[in-house]
């Protein structure tokens, strides 16, 4: 077996890829703090620094305390923040947006950040730990 399957099947794998759940939740928390900033919105704040600290803390329960139970959750968790994420990317034109001129024919541009990068981190951490709890699932014993 050639030495990137072997890593690939290991709990190396497993283990890095819990480790990108926390650069998840800081991008998680900069989003909300970004939104703090912009609009003075203490929500997006408060909002953004529970689901963080809930990130770290499945991280934690996957690298420590129950693998299987960490990333299950870890797993759900950003699908679930995905599609919250993707929605509010896919958001339709605010009044501002609509200034544009009337000759004009382009729809307004979405923007990526933050809602475009928080989508496609949310998409990378599903498919890392939904791989990963499929290598656990693998391994344990019939």
């Known amino acids: 077996m050639?030495?990137?399957l072997e890593y690939c099947l290991?709990?190396?794998?497993?283990?890095n890829s819990v480790k990108i759940s926390f650069v998840y939740a800081a991008l998680v928390f900069l989003g909300?703090?970004?939104?703090?900033?912009?609009?003075?919105?203490?929500?997006?704040?408060?909002a953004s620094?529970?689901?963080?600290?809930?990130?770290?803390?499945?991280?934690?329960v996957a690298l420590?305390?129950?693998e299987l139970a960490g990333l299950s959750l870890l797993c759900v968790l950003s699908l679930g923040l995905g599609i919250m994420f993707k929605g509010k990317w896919d958001k339709p034109a605010t009044p501002s947006d609509l200034?544009?001129?009337?000759?004009?024919?382009?729809?307004?541009k979405k923007k990526f950040m933050p809602?475009?990068?928080?989508?496609?981190?949310?998409?990378?951490?599903?498919?890392l730990m939904a791989y990963?709890?499929?290598?656990?699932?693998?391994?344990?014993?019939?």
């Open 10 to 15: 290991s709990a190396a794998l497993v283990q």
């Open 49 to 60: 620094s529970i689901i963080a600290m809930l990130i770290v803390g499945l991280a934690y």
């Open 99 to 108: 200034s544009q001129p009337l000759g004009s024919e382009a729809p307004p």
């Open 2 to 4: 050639s030495a990137f």
């Open 115 to 127: 809602f475009g990068l928080l989508t496609l981190m949310s998409v990378l951490v599903f498919v």
């Open 32 to 46: 909300g703090i970004i939104g703090f900033v912009k609009a003075k919105s203490k929500a997006s704040l408060i």
């Open 64 to 66: 420590q305390v129950n």
């Open 132 to 142: 990963s709890l499929a290598v656990v699932l693998s391994s344990q014993p019939k």
